[in-house]
């Protein structure tokens, strides 16, 4: 055991704040909750509005977000027009992945309907050059949420819906650990996107 000047760390450092500190990767774990819908309607508040600089949904749906951010579109047009970057990477209504992904979820409420009403949601920014949309049907099983230096990521589970699944808090502390591992992987879906919603 390591010692500084002849005092051993378990000393300094008893078991429970050792086990309580964070170390290495998970460092950048804010906080977890076992389902996306346990995460205060707050903290989204916060993020949106605390983001300068990008903005990014890479949700399959993103829907639920119009339904619990109050006037999101107004605060989504601010942020462009100071000119955050705001991007969305929906899914592919017209894909066989989603019309799988609609037979497993197997809800009234179909992943084709809740895309359609967030199109009709972003046709208020369209015309903002800050804002894009793009569609994938690759991430049609994790959601990311960035909002500059910090996201929220949601790995969806076997047949449950988004809201269902648990969801991470990440907050970039160092290069290539969790938060870069997720922002590349959008980047990287969103490079592989040849179809612009618009």
Known sequence: ????????????????????????????????????NACPTSVWTSLVDQAENVIEYAGYTNYFIWQEQPRLTERLREKAESGCEVRFLIGDPDSRVTRDREAV????????TRIRITLGALEALRELPCVQARFSDQHVALSVFRFDDQMLVTPHLSSLLGHESPTLHLRRLTEDGLFDRFAGHVTALWERSDRPVW
Request: proline share 7%.
């Open 1 to 36: 055991m390591a010692t500084v000047v002849g005092v051993s760390a378990a000393v300094l450092w008893p078991s429970r704040v050792r086990q309580a500190a964070k170390s290495g990767s998970d460092r950048e774990v804010v906080a977890t909750y076992p389902y996306r």
């Open 105 to 112: 979820e197997n809800v009234p409420l179909t992943l084709t």
